[in-house]
């Protein structure tokens, strides 16, 4: 089934055509995205523009029209507070549905968060308590969920175009005006917020704004991200960029790196409304989903139409994306039941944090994906192919993670110069020469890829490590493959390994 997304928002409209195959995994065909601000004018007049409306249609039969060269077998478009609010919405869908043939779905409030809702469970594999704000350009949709259940919708006028209109002043905003903008939407927040939940265990915030901002605090803390699917902002920094932005003219902001040139009028009021959301919230840090609207828009027409429900399993992904790059599967498996073995019998003993296990497996899974492109140097394409993959579950820094670790596997030891290594900070480069070296000798312990390792003993104390192997077979190759690529467990840890198989083994009993 191929079938293509289109969101029109206040301020963007996107369309993304997917393909769906029977039991494999969804690929992303095409997107095209168009800012032609429609709800422009609407906070004051309640009418769409002629102009915007132009525009919008003129967008719209060209997204159509890609869609349709794909030959999509569904068109789904849907708009959210920009037409529902307008006197003259109906006449828009109508040109619309004349022009092109399509019908435009006009949703609800509680619709639109449900959707927001499906994105970030789908895109970012959550099943905890949850809530998501989506900040669009006309509205602000806030989400209170237990996994899919859904405890509220509030949905507030607070959307970026809106207040920006509301609040047009000179440039930079006059001081009197900037703190009459936060005690509009701190108090919107605080009548529309009274009663509805707890304070949730994980904060998603989807939308142009929140995408915009985690863009310009990665490019400061993460500047060598491809993404800011799954990146993770804190208050703290959430609240230092307001403080900037509030004091910036125009020019100086769109120098900001990061900043999107569409946005550079209406970011001001966006992160205003994204630090009090946080604050009402009493969330310390908000998690990126990139995906936006159009995503649940796709999951939730999946559903209609198979009754197949998303994985919220991460490694779902990861063996998704490993099939795509037709990796040899069942010795990527084998890596990852070594690799977890090693690492549940030495995190303990070496002091390694606990929750990098799924960094390790997810590696472990990818690590020869570079092989799609090229047996020469696969290890570095592995780790370009994985720095640029959707990998639902993992955060697009932990997914900088597993792409250095999968780069290391094999081929020469870490080093800072090194592209996987530059931009990280000091305790990830620790992480990641300390995964890898776990990896390398699991690596090496399915060298002839027969997998004839089935059980490892690990005895570690401060002469070293010695790992004793059993399983079917000659293990000669294996045991070969273990000690040459001890050289990293070696250099991090500086405790010789010794890789051996049990005496009764050896003598043939």
Known sequence: MRLAAIDIGSNSLRCTIVEVPVGGPRLTLDEERAYVRLG??????SRLTEEAMAEALDALDRMVRIARSYEVDIIRAIATAAIRGAENGGEFTERVKERTGIDIEVISSEHEGRLALLSALGSLALEVDVAVVDIGGGSVEIVQADGRHIDSVTSVPLGAVVMSERFRAKDPMPEAMYEGLGRHVRGTLAEALAGTGRKPQTL???GGTVTTLAAI????????LTSVHGFEMTRAEVSQLRKQLAQSTAKQRIAIKGMSEGRVDIILPGVVVLDEVMRALGAQSIVTNAR???EGIVIETVERETGVLPSADPMRSVRDFA???RTDVPHAEQVRRLALMLFDGLAEPLGIDRGLRPI???AALLHDSGYHISHQHHH????HLISHASLPGFGAEEVRLIASVARYHTGALPKAKHEAMIDLGEEDRENVARLSALLRLADGLDRSQGRRVESLVVDLNDEGLLLTVSGRGELDVELHGAKRKSDLFERVWERPVEVKEPEADRRGL
């Not at 422009?40 to 007049?45: D, K, L």
């Not at 605090?217 to 060598?224: D, K, L, N, T, W």
């Open 40 to 45: 422009r004018g609407t906070a004051t007049s």
């Open 204 to 206: 998603v915030g989807s």
């Open 217 to 224: 605090v990665a490019a400061g803390r993460s500047p060598g």
């Open 292 to 294: 936006g609207m159009r």
């Open 323 to 325: 099939r795509q790059c």
């Open 360 to 362: 390790l497996e997810a």
């Open 380 to 383: 570095k394409h592995s780790y």
